[in-house]
């Protein structure tokens, strides 16, 4: 999978003018890579094509012309587009409670070492989460992770002969989801692009 290239960024009038279109196509392909991870965590994988509209949202919120600082939100979010033979997501803790906020979100400190990807019981990849967004006594709702795999893992991934699970083993969360369908196809395609 290429990273976003700087020729790809539309200037903020022709992407205002596009970003209806867009943003719908990226609501309907963020569908496939959505995974639900009991009721308070959400991984969404990203690719190229999400992270393009991200950095394009960025740039209108932010209106953000300069070349200098264009670059440096594309190295940014390029930097979230998974690499050959990985997944890589955006983990989203949702705690709707305003008051249980802090408290929720410091009873799963340690999330960051609690997810894997396992393929058919014979395959495991540990998330590799994005530094900076957890200490020992506070833990940001987004995370970073990705998920590396060797060839066999990931022809078993593509082949789809195997159940995929999402797993999440933290004393104070221990949920799993499985990938599969239309989700494990969209994923699928990002491995086979290795």
Avoid at 112 to 126: H, L, M, P, T
Avoid at 158 to 186: D, K, Q, T
């Amino acid at each position: 999978m290429h990273k976003v290239a700087l020729e790809e960024i539309h200037g903020l009038e022709r992407y205002e003018q596009e970003r209806d279109a867009f943003r719908r196509r990226i609501i309907e392909l963020k569908k496939r890579r959505r995974v639900a991870v009991g009721d308070r965590v959400t991984f969404v994988f990203e690719n190229h094509d999400t992270m393009l509209f991200q950095v394009q949202e960025m740039l209108r919120a932010e209106h953000i012309v300069d070349l200098d600082r264009v670059r440096d939100e594309l190295a940014v979010y390029n930097a979230l587009v998974p690499d050959p033979g990985e997944l890589s997501a955006t983990l989203l803790i949702e705690i709707t409670e305003q008051d249980n906020i802090r408290d929720e979100l410091v009873r799963l400190i340690g999330i960051d070492e609690a997810v894997r990807i396992d393929i058919g019981g014979r395959f495991s990849s540990r998330g590799m989460f994005e530094a900076g967004r957890s200490t020992a006594d506070k833990l940001s709702a987004v995370q970073y992770v990705r998920f590396a795999f060797d060839a066999a893992a990931r022809d078993a991934f593509v082949a789809g002969r195997e159940p995929v699970r999402l797993i999440i083993e933290h004393p104070n969360y221990r949920h799993a989801a499985e990938i599969s369908g239309a989700v494990r196809e969209s994923l699928a395609e990002d491995l086979r692009s290795a």
